[in-house]
């Protein structure tokens, strides 16, 4: 009688332990799922965030008399855009800047650059872009004559 007893309580099948752990696999996708679609959009929320710095940082350029004086001409070159532009390329954006339409105009000091505009693609798709520009204005599309269409 003791013999009988021990074997009913010995343990799970080899069946049972499967759909177990088989059961254990679909909750940790669905998780795995959910999680990564909030990592992808908190890195949007970074890209747009690293934007805003670029806005905020390219307006105090412009109005410092020492270095833009009035003028956007050598902010591709400073720490305020570099540094921002690369926290939005690591993070998965691409960025794209122009002043009065043209790249080139924001770093060649002989022309003026009054306009400044920059986009990015979102890190949840390439064909997602943001964008922002010097007169305030946000946007969906790349950037223009240097604004935001």
Known sequence: MQNKKNKLLTGFTIIE??????????????VLVNVTQY????????IKANLDTIRTNAA????????GNGHFN????????????????????????TCNG???MCADTSTD??????????A??????SCIDSDGKTGTLTCAAGVCP
């Open 17 to 30: 332990l499967i759909v177990v752990i088989a059961i254990i696999a679909v909750l940790a996708t669905i």
């Open 39 to 46: 990592i992808n959009k908190a890195k949007d929320s970074a």
């Open 60 to 67: 105090a350029y412009m109005a410092d008399t020492s270095l």
């Open 74 to 97: 050598g902010f591709l070159a400073t720490a305020g855009y570099i540094n921002a532009q690369t926290a939005i390329n690591t993070g998965g954006g691409a960025v794209t800047a």
């Open 102 to 104: 043209t790249s080139a």
């Open 113 to 122: 650059g009054t306009k400044f505009c920059v986009s990015s693609t979102m």
């Open 124 to 129: 949840t798709s390439a064909t997602t872009i």
